[in-house]
Antibody
Framework: QVQLVQSGAEVKKPGASVKVSCKAS????????LHWVRQAPGQGLEWMGW????????NSAQKFQGRITLTRDTSISTAYMELSRLRSDDTAVYFC????????WGRGTLVTVSS | QSVLTQPPSVSATPGQKVTISCSGS????????VSWYQQFPGTAPKLLIS???KRPSGIPDRFSGSKSGTSATLGITGLQTGDEAEYYC???????????FGGGTKLTVL
């Protein structure tokens, strides 16, 4: 079955960067877009961007452009989301999800930004 | 402020039917497929409806989706206390070149 295993919780200081990983199994990694969606505490879902694991092409929400880097390593079926210049309002659970529309989701990675 | 508009909350009693609306525009709902997600606290969203009205394998037929113009609706019949959750609509926005979600609707089964 499809599994997306995300890296563990992170605590970062404002201005730092965070890199979250998402290891896929149970399907052809290069066959489906991989999305990143975040959810701030008590808030709704916010789409951040996607990567085409086959080509490496990416698309991100305008809000994050310049701060987000989406990459993948096909040799280990893993996608990465790096967010730079972190602020306190970047505190959220970050999900990876695959499918079109996103059907299978990781369990989320809590990123806390605090001084 | 979300691009798609959902009511913040709806409520109904067990066994009843409830509908959740999702309003958008021609750049999103009007010209793209709508999906619906169910989310319980502390868990990842679960896809309930794709392509406006298609249920993935394993989703009971108590859940249904429809779309008309720039609005979409999620229907849930035979409500159960286990349906208490947050529900989100989502779609592609051609103007923003982005996936957009509604703000979420909290369903309370009284």
């Amino acid at each position: 079955q499809v599994q997306l295993v995300q890296s563990g919780a992170e605590v970062k200081k404002p201005g730092a960067s965070v890199k979250v990983s998402c290891k896929a199994s149970g399907y052809t990694f290069t066959g489906y877009y991989l999305h990143w969606v975040r959810q701030a505490p008590g808030q709704g879902l916010e789409w951040m961007g996607w990567i085409n694991p086959n080509s490496g092409d990416t698309n991100s929400a305008q809000k994050f452009q310049g701060r987000i880097t989406l990459t993948r390593d096909t040799s280990i079926s893993t996608a990465y989301m790096e967010l730079s210049r972190l602020r306190s309002d970047d505190t959220a659970v970050y999900f990876c999800a695959t499918g079109e529309p996103p059907n299978d989701w990781g369990r989320g990675t809590l990123v806390t930004v605090s001084s | 402020q979300s691009v798609l508009t959902q009511p913040p909350s709806v409520s109904a009693t067990p066994g009843q039917k409830v509908t959740i609306s999702c309003s958008g525009s021609s750049s999103n709902i009007g010209n793209n497929y709508v999906s619906w997600y169910q989310q319980f606290p502390g868990t990842a969203p679960k896809l309930l409806i794709s392509d406006n009205n298609k249920r993935p394998s394993g989703i009971p037929d108590r859940f249904s989706g429809s779309k008309s113009g720039t609005s979409a609706t999620l229907g849930i019949t035979g409500l159960q206390t286990g349906d208490e959750a947050e529900y989100y609509c989502g779609t592609w926005d051609s103007s923003l070149s982005a996936v957009v979600f509604g703000g979420g609707t909290k369903l309370t089964v009284l």
